[in-house]
């Protein structure tokens, strides 16, 4: 099992920045990607960002590349998303989430693992 627990959502500005972070515990070595995920109520979850764990490849949502950039420490068991240029429009709940399989990457129904979710609130 992994356990993954978001951080640092808020309200900011559009034109700010934030980075997100993901604490995850557990059996990690199983994870072969991890991603970012972001879900408006009443509308369907979508991919934001991913990055393969051994790698460090990356695939980001055409709404956010060249504004946002996931990076991990595999050290720390950590993975991150700073997000420049924001926009209101990139307000949501924002997700971290695991996946096992080497297949489907920006897929979040083939991630197995997810966090609680983070705020982030970009006002005009």
């Known amino acids: 099992q992994v356990q993954l627990v978001e951080s640092g959502g808020g309200l900011v500005q559009a034109g700010g920045s934030l980075r997100l972070s993901c604490a995850a515990s557990?059996?990690?070595?199983?994870?072969?990607?991890m991603g970012w995920f972001r879900q408006v109520p009443g509308k369907e979850r979508e991919f934001v960002a991913a990055?393969?764990?051994?790698?460090?490849?990356?695939s980001y949502a055409d709404s956010v590349k060249g504004r946002f950039t996931i990076s991990r420490d595999n050290a720390k068991d950590m993975v991150y998303l700073q997000m420049d240029s924001l926009k209101p429009e990139d307000t949501a709940v924002y997700y971290c989430?695991?996946?096992?399989?080497?297949?489907?990457?920006?897929?979040?129904?083939?991630?197995?693992?997810w966090g609680q979710g983070t705020q982030v609130t970009v006002s005009s």
């Open positions: 990055i393969t764990w051994n790698s460090g490849s990356t």
């Open positions: 557990g059996r990690t070595g199983s994870v072969y990607f």
């Open positions: 989430a695991g996946n096992r399989n080497p297949f489907a990457m920006r897929v979040g129904g083939r991630y197995d693992y």
